[in-house]
């Protein structure tokens, strides 16, 4: 993705509530999910003592635990120049291969797209 790709309003819109999330809880990323039917699901990061998952990992096991099938899109806000295999390991196993994952920055600006693989 370039600066002169326009982004797409349902990508645009889970870049928004990943942003969202990461400055309402005060982590260091927000993530949102879109499964098959058009439900987003969004969360931060867990850093428990017994319990740790990045926003996106999270944001793909609410999917689940929500009985999504399958996610069309994800999107990570974070200050990270880029995406963990982990992170893109959830969105593949759930989305299957190819599933886009848009990275942005904490200013919401989306740095790149990711297929999972």
Do not use: C, F, H
């Not at 969360?43 to 999270?58: H, I, K, P, Q």
């Not at 120049?81 to 994952?101: C, I, K, N």
């Amino acid at each position: 993705m370039t600066e002169s790709t326009p982004l797409d309003p349902e990508d645009r819109k889970i870049v928004t509530l990943a942003r969202s999330a990461r400055a309402r809880n005060e982590v260091p990323e927000g993530a949102a999910v879109r499964d098959e039917t058009g439900r987003t699901y969004v969360a931060g990061t867990v850093a428990l003592e017994s319990l740790r998952l990045s926003a996106l990992r999270t944001a793909v096991a609410m999917a689940v635990a929500s009985g999504a099938q399958s996610l069309e899109a994800a999107a990570v806000v974070s200050a990270s120049e880029a995406l963990s295999a982990e992170d893109l390991a959830a969105v593949r196993d759930l989305g299957g291969e190819g599933t886009p994952v848009l990275l942005a920055g904490p200013d919401g600006t989306v740095r790149s797209t990711t297929p999972a693989a």
